[in-house]
Structure formats: structure tokens, C-alpha cells
């Protein structure tokens, strides 16, 4: 008993001092307390906007006097272009959704009794009737203690496991019934209480030259990092030995501004990852730092389920469990999104089109071996029915996949679990404009990260002699001895597990 009130009592601290539903917002037809702590501001008669006095908001009002709030944190692309505030209150109140298709990071505009995700809906958009009203919320625990004042909601009774199958409730479903989460292709009317479509991105200009593209990759990279220096003067980058974060570290050498580089530590690292990000910071001009990994903290875990409500695998939220994070402040950011490029876990496999949205969710289950019986199968067939009454040329099926399956699906309810942290993460790559550059590089040159390769050779040639992701057995036995010697036996075990899933994976793929 005593054991029992010592837990709960650490629990009741840690949860003050990291709490649930931080940096959640509800928007309805009424104000609403998560805690006593919550800011509401009334947008009409019969809609509110309540949320957690750490989230970002913003507020202006457009050319006509109608008022706009932009939740999270959004980020001007282009470097002619005004912050998206001031772009606002320029523009007349029809035009306003014209220009954010250039802003980049996790947001949610509202205004003119409208609701507009990001780019992939990374800050997610959770919504339910009661009533006859929408009310919507990024956090889908929220929202059900709305909708399902008098009843726990009914649960998806799938469990969610870490690189095994779907491992995410699949948009537009979620893991509550009765709840629906908002697909980066629709936005929310409040006017007429319903769901509309939307284009995901400024048009596909196939025929846009490979020089080209890579300088306004660049353009639009270099500016984002510059004006996240007015936003934070603590930036801190996650660096491995990968493509992506190597990219974004030589366009912050480029861009001048100073940032932290970091790679945390965990039983997973590779030796590459050990040994290679100190020497690339230390090239580019900056200090290097490892994280250490805790141990798991079971009162941590215990914040996961109650602040995500069941929309993420133990496996995905094991760096917040073990605190690898913990008292970091400031912004971090990294370059997760260029897959949108390259395709994503095979999908290329799948024929470009579909024959009917039964048939494209059960290939797509087949290839992540889960059942054609499976609600993430369902919730796979109705995305792909929406897909096919509102397509959008140029765009591929498989490449929408990943916008608004892994995207909207699987990292937005990742990246809501460690808002509970006080280090904000940014994701620089999410911006429509952006997506739609990427997506016009010919196909024969999307294979595997000749984007990112060449973008690196373009700016410091001199990092490409370092290899990408070399495997462990490249730096030699004695390396990996000296480098996993704390961890040995989890070494072995984890890598046994990761070939196992691969194995696993690899013998499912179509022939």
C-alpha cells in the first residue's frame, strides 16, 4: 500500500511538471478546461477555441476585418514572402488559403469558419459530432471525454507494435469509435458542418529541370533554418550517419547559423551512429553532444497511454519513456520527409494505379502483413475511396501513402506524445510547396537519396567522402566491441530482432 501511494504520488509530480494534453488544442461550440490552466477565446457565437498555454497561437485578422489564429508553429518557405501572420492580414478573406501552402512545421489555421491542417496534418485534427457540432481536438483523449461525457468510448482493440505490420490507426479512422481523424486532403467547415477537399499541394511541374529543383530545395531549406534562428536561439538537430540530417546540418553551415548537433544513444544505435556525427558537426564548425538514454520510467509510459490514448506503439514512444530528451530546451529539427521523394517501405512494388479500393488496401495489408480482416485494412479502403473521388494529378497513389498514411497516420500521433516534452520539435521538410518540388524530380532519379546526395554535394562536397549508414561490420569486430561493450547482450538481441523483421517483411513483398 505504502509502494502503491509512493508511485502515485511521483506520478501526480511528474505529470505536473510534464503535463498530460500539453500543447493540445479543442475547438467547439463552447469553451472547454483541460486543466485550470487553459486559455479560451471565443471566434463567433457558436465557436470557441481552447488550449494549453504553452501551444503556440497567433492572431490577425485579414484585409476585410475577418480574424485568423494559427496554431503551432508555422514558417514561411519562400524568402520573398512576409511570416504567415503578416501574409494574412494582407490578403482578402477568400485568397487566405491560397498562401499557406508555403509554410512549413506542424499547424493548424483557423478562420472564416474554416479549420486547414499542415501540410500532412503533423498537428493532428481529431473530430467527433455531439450534438449536431463538430468539435475538434489534436488529442483524440480529449475529445472522446467530449463526445462521451457519460461512457468510456469504444476502443479498436488492435495493439499497436513497433515495425511490425500497420503500426498506426490508419486515417480516417482512429483507435475510438465515433472518432475521425481529419486526412491532410480535407479541411473543416464549421458553417455547413461537414468535410471538404482540399488540393494536398501546389501543382506537379514534371517538367522542372534537376538543377533547378535542387535550388529551390535549397532556397526553401536555407530560409526556414534562418528564420528558426528568430524563433529559438537554442536550435538542436538530430545528427546520424544518415542522409537526411547530414543535409540539413551543411545547410545550417550555409545558412550560418548555429546549432546544437546531437545523437542520442540508445540499445538500437548503430556503430555508424557512434562514430561518424561528431566528426560531420566538427567538419561543419559545431559541437557535438551524445544523449544518453535512461531506463524506462514507468510513470512516463503511464503519461504516454493517458495524454495519446492508446495512438502510438511502446516501441515508437521508448525514446520519451527513457527520457532521452529529458531538459532539453528550444527547437529541434531534422530532415524526416524527403521518403516523399524516394517512396516509402516498398510501396513502388504495388502497381502505380488501383483497381478498386478494396483491392489497394488489401495489397497495401498484404505488404505489411496484416490481415485483410484488419480495421487498419478498413481504415486503408475508405482513404483510398476518398483517393479516388478526389485525386490529384500528377500525384501518385503511393506517394499519397505516405502523406496521409505514415505522415498524418503514424508520425503525427508520434510527434503528439512528445509534446509533452518542453523541447518543441520541428518538422523543416513539412510544407506543400516543398512536397510538390520533391514529387517533380524525374522517377529514375527518386531512387533511393540521390536528392539529398546531390544537395550535399552542392554545398560541401567534402562531407559525401564519409560513408551513409555503413553497416556495423564496416568499422570492424573490434569497434563494435569497444563501442556496445555497456550493452552487449541487448546489442546482439536487437539486431537479432531488427534482421528478423526485415526477414520477415522482406518474404511478404510481391513478387
Not at 508520425?411 to 520533391?438: H, M, T, W
Request: glycine share 6%; proline share 5%.
Amino acid at each position: 500500500m505504502v509502494a502503491k501511494k509512493l508511485t502515485d504520488s511521483l506520478f501526480f509530480i511528474l505529470n505536473k511538471i510534464m503535463r498530460s494534453h500539453h500543447r493540445q488544442f479543442v475547438i467547439g461550440s463552447e469553451p472547454f478546461y483541460a486543466d485550470n490552466t487553459w486559455c479560451c477565446h471565443q471566434l463567433s457565437s457558436s465557436l470557441w477555441v481552447s488550449h494549453c498555454p504553452d501551444l503556440r497561437v497567433g492572431w490577425t485578422q485579414d484585409l476585410e476585418g475577418v480574424k485568423w489564429g494559427v496554431l503551432g508553429l508555422a514558417i514561411e518557405s519562400i524568402q520573398e514572402k512576409l511570416d504567415p501572420l503578416k501574409e494574412i492580414a494582407k490578403t482578402n478573406t477568400t485568397k487566405v488559403t491560397n498562401i499557406y501552402s508555403s509554410w512549413s512545421g506542424r499547424w493548424v489555421l483557423f478562420g472564416n469558419n474554416q479549420i486547414h491542417p499542415d501540410a500532412s496534418s503533423l498537428l493532428g485534427c481529431f473530430y467527433g459530432i455531439r450534438d449536431g457540432k463538430i468539435w475538434v481536438s489534436s488529442s483524440p483523449v480529449l475529445l472522446a471525454k467530449i463526445l462521451f461525457p457519460a461512457r468510456k468510448p469504444l476502443v479498436d482493440s488492435r495493439v499497436l507494435t513497433y515495425e511490425v505490420g500497420i503500426s498506426w490507426f490508419t486515417p480516417p479512422h482512429s483507435r475510438f469509435s465515433g472518432i475521425q481523424r481529419l486526412l491532410p486532403s480535407q479541411i473543416i467547415d464549421f458553417k455547413e458542418q461537414k468535410i471538404k477537399p482540399r488540393s494536398l499541394m501546389p501543382p506537379i511541374d514534371t517538367s522542372r529541370n534537376h538543377t533547378e529543383i535542387l535550388d529551390l530545395v535549397k532556397s526553401a531549406l536555407i530560409t526556414i533554418i534562418k528564420k528558426l534562428q528568430e524563433v529559438s536561439q537554442e536550435i538542436w538537430l538530430g545528427l546520424t550517419a544518415g542522409y537526411d540530417s547530414r543535409l540539413m546540418l551543411v545547410l545550417s553551415r550555409a545558412a550560418e547559423v548555429e546549432i546544437k548537433p546531437f545523437t542520442r544513444i540508445a540499445t538500437r544505435t548503430s556503430i555508424a551512429d557512434l562514430v561518424l556525427p561528431p566528426e560531420l558537426a566538427r567538419k561543419c564548425g559545431y559541437d557535438h553532444v551524445f544523449m544518453q538514454v535512461g531506463k524506462r520510467d514507468t510513470q512516463r509510459q503511464r503519461l504516454v497511454v493517458e495524454h495519446s490514448g492508446g495512438h502510438i506503439s511502446e516501441g515508437d514512444a521508448e525514446p520519451f519513456i527513457k527520457g532521452v530528451r529529458q531538459g532539453m530546451t528550444g527547437i529541434s529539427f531534422g530532415g524526416h520527409g524527403f521518403a516523399i521523394a524516394s517512396g516509402f517501405a516498398k510501396l513502388p512494388t504495388l502497381p502505380p494505379t488501383f483497381d478498386n479500393p478494396e483491392i489497394g488496401a488489401k495489397q497495401i495489408a498484404q505488404l505489411f502483413q496484416e490481415s485483410a480482416n484488419s480495421t487498419a485494412t478498413a481504415g486503408l479502403q475508405e482513404w483510398l475511396t476518398w483517393v479516388e473521388k478526389y485525386p490529384q494529378k500528377n500525384l501518385d497513389w503511393r506517394d499519397r501513402f505516405y502523406l496521409e498514411q505514415r505522415q498524418a497516420g503514424w508520425l503525427s500521433s508520434k510527434e503528439q506524445v512528445y509534446d509533452l516534452g518542453q523541447l518543441e520539435r520541428f518538422p523543416i521538410l513539412n510544407c506543400a510547396y516543398i512536397y510538390s518540388i520533391l514529387l517533380s524530380v524525374k522517377k529514375e532519379q527518386r531512387i533511393g537519396s540521390f536528392v539529398q546526395e546531390d544537395l550535399i554535394g552542392q554545398v560541401m562536397p567534402e562531407l559525401l567522402e564519409y560513408p551513409f549508414n555503413p553497416d556495423d561490420f564496416y568499422f570492424g569486430i573490434g569497434r563494435i566491441i569497444r563501442s556496445k561493450s555497456w550493452n552487449m547482450p541487448q546489442y546482439v538481441s536487437g539486431k537479432l530482432a531488427s534482421k528478423l523483421r526485415w526477414l520477415s517483411r522482406s518474404l511478404m513483398l510481391p513478387s
